[in-house]
């Protein structure tokens, strides 16, 4: 159809289009105070959700600071426990080391008197008591 128009006709429609998009256009935008209101809005949103975000970070930095402490807290017991609990084995070995090195003191010197005792006492009450039971006897 458009091939049978002259370029008045096209050029009249394209103007009736441009005229059509002019009064769209013209029925959606704002005027200048609604404008203005919506421009408070938005600033009054900006400032809104910045202050929203401030306030969880601080939530947020909060409750992250409470759980370093709790875990540097529970990271202290925990480590108080196995030093606890190492010292209690240690001393446990320390002390069954001591029994054994104390009862193995013990027969070595049961040996000992077993071995050279009985040699050195009956000796010497071989040498020392003749003479001194001779010097008794004369009384």
Partial sequence: MSE?????????????????????????????TEAEALNKQLVQGVASMAQTGQALYEAIS???????EKLAMETILAATDAASRAIEKSHAETSSAARDYAKAAGEARREAWRYFGGFWVGWHRSALAGPFWGFWRRF
Avoid: V
């Fill in 62 to 68: 909060e409750r992250m600071d409470m759980r370093m």
């Fill in 4 to 32: 049978g128009k002259d370029s008045f006709e096209i050029l009249a429609d394209e103007l009736a289009r441009m005229g059509q998009q002019i009064a769209h256009l013209q029925r959606t935008s704002l005027n200048k």
